[in-house]
């Protein structure tokens, strides 16, 4: 089992900066790829961006291309996701997640944190 506890979230302004930071422990020696996803309130989750154990191998989705940055800290097992000119369509709560295996469902989550953008 891994465990992932993201932190960081926050209420910022249009324009603003925020760092996510997501911890990983247990088995995860396991984890192949981590990822961020985001649920808006009345939305179905979406994915923001991911990241190879490895700390290479990353995609993000064109909403954040440009604006958000996925990092891998390897002596921390955590995984960071700066986002910069944040804009109010970004509020939601963001997601932690892990998997096995690439290209697969995602195996484990985190619990969530609120990032709220006003205009």
């Known amino acids: 089992q891994v465990q992932l506890v993201e932190s960081g979230g926050g209420l910022v302004q249009a324009g603003g900066s925020l760092r996510l930071s997501c911890a990983a422990s247990?088995?995860?020696?396991?984890?192949?790829?981590m990822g961020w996803f985001r649920q808006a309130p009345g939305k179905e989750r979406e994915f923001v961006a991911r990241?190879?154990?490895?700390?290479?191998?990353?995609y993000y989705a064109d909403s954040v291309k440009g604006r958000f940055t996925i990092s891998r800290d390897n002596a921390k097992n955590t995984v960071h996701l700066q986002m910069n000119s944040l804009k109010p369509e970004d509020t939601a709560v963001y997601y932690c997640a892990a998997r096995d295996t690439p290209g697969l469902r995602y195996d484990y989550w985190g619990q969530g944190t609120q990032v709220t953008v006003s205009s």
């Open positions: 990241i190879g154990w490895s700390g290479s191998n990353t």
């Open positions: 247990g088995s995860i020696f396991s984890i192949n790829t």
